[in-house]
């Protein structure tokens, strides 16, 4: 099991080697901008490395929306990243549920999505897999809820379509870890990467808060029992810099038994 950090994208193969980490996670712009990605110029570094890529997309993208000037760019944006992505050799480009305003219907935001996915394969398709990763809050958010989520898939059974799994945003969104990962396997029919993050927040806040994995409001154990039954590569996007991330990548080496 692949166990890393979500890490500075100016040099993500030195933070992963000052973490002991075997996978890291990175954007490729300002995660609050709607700038595209730049070519990297470590790119050839980057994709001959032994370390695993994911790429994180910026948080501003909402493919779901109702509202033309923030879906028609959002599906550009992700169209974009996803070819930075793939150009650095990354196994992945995460991106958030996304959500619909209040009083809009949500089902309407689950047929954005489709139509997000039909768009990509108009212009040939997403170049590596899309890993839509659960949300922490929102009454309106397309992947907060199992239900929501199951909503979600059926409206993209005509794509392939990856999911990565965030503890915390579970834990404040109102699901409960104990199990869950074979309610969302009964979904997606599949789990590709896991956020290993503990919560600030409470159980159902909403609050998209990260803790480091022996703090928060989430019994590690848990979140350890969870990266077990999913068998998936593992990123903490937690606090503390070098010094905390690699202190929850070595609990977690040392709860699942992996090599250091």
Aim: aromatic content about 6%.
């Amino acid at each position: 099991m692949r166990i890393g950090a979500h890490v500075d994208p100016t040099d993500p193969l030195a933070e992963a080697a000052a973490r002991d980490a075997e996978a890291v996670q990175f954007f490729l712009a300002d995660p609050q901008g709607w700038k595209a990605p730049k070519p990297r110029e470590d790119a050839e570094r980057l994709r001959a490395a032994d370390v695993d890529l994911y790429v994180h997309a910026p948080y501003v993208i909402n493919v779901a929306t109702l509202n033309n000037r923030i879906r028609i760019p959002s599906r550009k944006l992700l169209l974009g990243h996803a070819a930075a992505a793939a150009a650095v050799g990354a196994k992945g480009l995460i991106v958030h549920g996304g959500h619909v305003n209040a009083g809009d219907d949500l089902a309407v935001g689950f047929d954005n999505w489709r139509k997000t996915f039909a768009y990509a394969a108009d212009c040939g398709g997403f170049p590596l897999p899309i890993l839509i990763e659960n949300t922490a809050g929102g009454d309106n958010a397309c992947a907060r809820h199992l239900e929501a989520l199951a909503r979600l898939w059926d409206a993209l059974g005509d794509y392939e379509v990856g999911f990565c799994l965030d503890t915390c945003h579970a834990h404040a969104g109102g699901e409960e870890l104990l199990g869950l990962v074979d309610r969302v396997k009964a979904i997606t029919g599949r789990i590709d990467l896991i956020h290993a993050n503990n919560s600030k927040g409470t159980f159902n806040s909403g609050q998209d808060r990260h803790d480091n994995l022996t703090g928060g409001t989430i019994d590690p154990e848990l979140v350890v029992a969870v990266i077990r039954a999913a068998g998936a590569p593992v990123i903490v996007e937690t606090p503390g810099g070098v010094e905390g991330q690699a202190a929850d990548i070595a609990f977690l080496r040392g709860q699942l038994g992996a090599a250091a």
